[in-house]
Antibody, heavy 116, light 113 residues
Framework: EVQLVESGGGLVQPGGSLRLSCAAS????????MNWVRQAPGKGLQWVSY????????YYADSVKGRFTISRDNAKNSLYLQMNSLRDEDTAVYYC?????????WGQGTTVTVSS | DIVMTQSPDSLAVSLGERATINCKSS????????????LAWYQQKAGQPPKLLIS???TRESGVPDRFSGSGSGTDFTLTISSLQAEDVAVYYC?????????FGQGTKVEIK
């Protein structure tokens, strides 16, 4: 079964850091581009970041550029999101998502709450 | 950035009736290289992650009931549920994957009348 499982969410103070992880299973991880997509409480979906299969290409939403870093370890079938200088508006459920152009496989999400 | 605008924001439809959701992009998402529209539709039920229903504007994903159909080209797209079932209550999102940043519509909430 194709599966993505996120971890690493939690409560963090404004200005703090957090590292999200995503474990992939059930498919060959390395060829696929991967994304992080977030959803603030009661709000819609916002794409956050993308990384290509070989990590050569990385993109970020303007709202997180310079603060978040996406990375992956194909040997460990894992995707990461390092989040620094967190703000209240970063509070959201963060989804790990596989892409084939569109976003075809989604994890269950991990919740990040930024609050003092 | 390409802005995606859905209409309506919500709709209530009787069981067995048709539901239609529109999605408009601020610029064309049609690719000349493959003559396809880079437009997807997702369904999100309460407490669950989104699920891909349709890619390339009209290609239904495996396992998606055939009452779901997508149409449109260029900047105007439609998701149609031909005969609404109780399990179709959800929020539906369109999304363009033509350019970076990937952008979503604001969502359309579908309920039973």
């Amino acid at each position: 079964e194709v599966q993505l499982v996120e971890s690493g969410g939690g409560l963090v103070q404004p200005g703090g850091s957090l590292r999200l992880s995503c474990a992939a299973s059930g498919f060959t991880f390395s060829p696929y581009g991967m994304n992080w997509v977030r959803q603030a409480p009661g709000k819609g979906l916002q794409w956050v970041s993308y990384i290509s299969g070989n990590s050569d290409t990385r993109y970020y939403a303007d709202s997180v550029k310079g603060r978040f870093t996406i990375s992956r370890d194909n040997a460990k079938n894992s995707l990461y999101l390092q989040m620094n200088s967190l703000r209240d508006e970063d509070t959201a459920v963060y989804y790990c998502v596989r892409s084939v152009g569109c976003l075809d496989v989604w994890g269950q999400g991990t919740t990040v709450t930024v609050s003092s | 950035d390409i802005v995606m605008t859905q209409s309506p924001d919500s709709l209530a439809v009787s069981l067995g009736e048709r539901a239609t959701i529109n999605c408009k992009s601020s610029q064309s998402v049609s690719s000349s290289s493959n003559n396809k529209n880079s437009l997807a539709w997702y369904q999100q039920k309460a407490g669950q992650p989104p699920k891909l229903l349709i890619s390339w504007a009209s290609t239904r994903e495996s396992g998606v009931p055939d009452r779901f159909s997508g149409s449109g080209s260029g900047t105007d797209f439609t998701l149609t549920i031909s005969s609404l079932q109780a399990e179709d209550v959800a929020v539906y999102y369109c999304q363009q994957y033509y350019s970076i940043p990937r952008t979503f519509g604001q969502g359309t909430k579908v309920e039973i009348k």
